[in-house]
């Protein structure tokens, strides 16, 4: 796994690694099944993260729903409004705090995907860093199909101020973290969250690359290599990479 990145907002995200790699890299074992390749993944979807066992110094790979759902909600229709939260401000939010003190996890991803457009035409643009990203997850109770109600482990991704490679697409971009923070970021021991914010930081742009791809991401069906593959950009949307 030499490249890998958190999702960025609003948009989708490609994890073509298997798990026993994700596993191998982040000495994460599992009792979760393998998956195929994904190349789109989208919010409200089930995703792998990595997050550290509360009793022992282990860390453990599990699926999480992406878009936290407030533990005070009824169903799960508020995940897809809460998919990214601010890193800045994530400690005063009721629906995030307690998430960032005590349940810090990370999201492995190999590339993100976004939509960005001027008004006049749009293109998809792929970026690639050599750091893994954060990401932080709430558990909660929901309602099943059943009368019985069980635990729902929902996820919601860090975003901090852009920089010089993201700042042209958007005015956020994902926390990616500097895997010398991953021990501390995870550790269960640490609670203070002015000291977790301090790893929030903007990623080093020369770590980084953009470049177009195709508007296929749109459709959350197409779920292939093509949705990450290098394209040719029409003129008019050559604005929106300069």
């Known amino acids: 796994m030499r490249s890998a990145i958190i999702l960025f907002m609003c948009g989708r995200y490609r994890l073509s690694r298997r798990k026993q ?6 000495d994460s074992p ?23 066992n509360p009793k022992e110094p282990i860390r453990e790979l599990s699926m999480m729903r992406w878009g936290l759902i407030p533990s005070w909600a009824e169903d799960a229709s508020a995940a897809a409004k809460m998919i990214n939260a601010r890193s800045a401000t994530a400690a005063g939010k009721p629906a995030f705090r307690d998430a960032l003190r005590f349940r810090r996890c990370l ?52 975003t901090t101020t852009p920089n010089a490679v993201t700042s042209a697409i958007h005015d956020r971009m994902p926390v990616i973290l500097d895997p010398d923070s991953y021990d501390l970021w995870l550790d269960p021991g640490m609670k203070d969250t002015s ?31 093509e949705c990450s593959r290098p394209v040719e950009i029409a003129n008019a949307q050559n604005r929106l990479f300069t």
């Open 195 to 225: 000291a977790a914010s301090e790893l929030l930081r903007p990623c080093d742009a020369r770590l980084m690359r953009c470049y177009p791809v195709s508007t296929r991401i749109n459709h959350v069906a197409n779920d292939d290599e």
């Open 107 to 158: 999201v492995p991803a190999a590339r993100i995907l976004r939509v960005v457009a001027d008004g006049e035409s749009e293109a998809a643009v792929l970026l690639r860093s050599q750091r893994r990203g954060t990401v932080r997850v709430r558990r909660i109770v929901g309602p099943l199909e059943e009368p019985e109600r069980q635990w729902v482990k929902s996820c919601s991704i860090l």
């Open 30 to 52: 599992s009792s979760e099944e393998d998956w195929v390749p994904r190349y789109n993944v989208a919010p409200t979807q089930p995703v792998p993260v990595i997050g550290q």
């Open 21 to 26: 790699l994700v596993e191998e890299y982040f």
